[in-house]
Structure formats: C-alpha cells, structure tokens
C-alpha cells in the first residue's frame, strides 16, 4: 500500500471473502441474524444460569475473560465435535459459511458494511496488525495517551521505531474527580499538531473505569481535517474492547477510522475472538 487507506484494510476476512460468499442471495442476512439471536431469558436467574460460574465466588473479571455462556458452549463443543471427526472435511465444509455468519453478524450489531470488518484473535492482535501496517514518514508523529495499554504502547513504539516516524504520550487529565467531557476533548485538541498523522486512543480506560468522549473527539478531529490534504489528515484509531457489548452505539456515530476490539470478554465470545473495524 502506497497510503494509509482504511476503506481496503484487509486482515484474514473482510473483502478476502468473495462478494458471493456474503451476497445475501447466497447467504439470506435472515439466516445470518437467526445464527445471533441473543437467547431469551425471562428472570435474571435464567440469565445466570446460562453461565457454569462458580457459586462460592463473587465474579468481578469480566474485563478479563468471560466465561461462557450456555448457548457459546454449545456451539464449541459442535464444532470441536466436527473437526475431530473429519477435520479436513468440516473446515472446507464450514469456514466460508461460519465466517460470513460471523462477518454478517457483526455487522448487524455495529450498523456497517460485513466487508468492513476483519476478524482475528484478539484486540492485542488487532492492535499489532493495524498499527503494525500504517504508511508513516519520517517527521510525522503519532499522539497517543498515558492512560492505553501496554499492548497499543508496543505496537506503536515499534511501528515508529520502523519509519522514523515519533510517538507523543500525553495525559488527558490530571485529577478523575475534576474532569469533563469538554475538558477532555479541549486538552486533545491542544495538542494535535500539523505533523499529528495517528491519534490513538482506548474508549474505556481498564485501570480506572473512565469513558472517554469519543463521538465528542471523532467530531472535533473531524473539524481539523477539513483544512488538511488527504495525506495529511488526522486517522483516529480506537481501542473498543471494553466499549464493545457495554456501549449502544453504531459506528456511523461515533466517528472513528478505525476501531479494534476482542469479542471474549463483554460480548461473551469463545476465547480468541475478535475484530477489526
């Protein structure tokens, strides 16, 4: 890739797909939806009995891993069933068609395009693959935070580390009991500067639980490109995982380019999902 273009970002899925495969004639985004509907539950009891959680134990790691619930467990165990009695066989029989399911659900649920999306392993994945594979030049920085995870700190010192390009690590606030939405999105835009190329950010903070204003940034960063050239402007790239299944949201809302998230932790996913938006 010559530039940064992240209508053709392609992981394992997405466009990699035949349009045939996800065409809806082939396969009916009816049939997608049935594949993800969520199960009813009458009472909060059926709810956790979905879950063989421990009952002697408070559970509080959810951000972590999820187990799983009743429906998930089913669907493993068919598939582990599958690939051990014809491994071969049931993979070429299923992948393209369990994929597009997964493609099509998504996309349903975060109100986009299914070849939009790439799926992979985890956010950790999704971060190292997106940021791994950005266009930068020498002179241009990226701006990131001191609130992210080490997994989006690494995969940017080395990505910079690769083109000349620097990272800035800024502090969004000073005190959580005194910030605002507005505050926050003035002391990023303060320090977006003309070399600005990539601002990378996490939606929910793991450490303490903060929700930054994303619409509010995407919205502001949107303000500042309409004086920039294409090849100047601002791509703000979001770590979604703890937004993901929490948030209502659709992402022609919130204004992002890019958008990485792991599916097992509050989307109560198998362990080893997740995507690239």
Known sequence: MDA???RRF???????LSAAVLSPEIFPLSQAAALAEPTKSSDWQAVRDQFPLSRDLIHLAGFFLASHPT???EAIERHRAGLDADPIGYWLGHEKKQEAAVLQAAAGYLGVDPT????T???TMGLGLLYGGLMLKGGQEILTTTHDH???ETSLRLRAERTSATVRRIALYDDLRRITRENIVQTLVKEIRPQTRIVAVTWVHS???LKLPIAEMARAIQQLNTSRAEEARVIFCVDGVHALGVEDFRLSEVGCDFLIAGTHKWMFGP???GLVW
């Open 4 to 6: 940064i273009d992240r």
């Open 10 to 16: 392609l992981v394992r899925s997405g466009l990699a």
């Open 71 to 73: 429906p998930v467990r």
């Open 116 to 119: 939009e999306i790439a799926l």
């Open 121 to 123: 392993d985890s956010t």
């Open 150 to 152: 080490y997994s989006t």
């Open 207 to 209: 450490s303490t639980g």
């Open 271 to 273: 362990r080893g999902t």
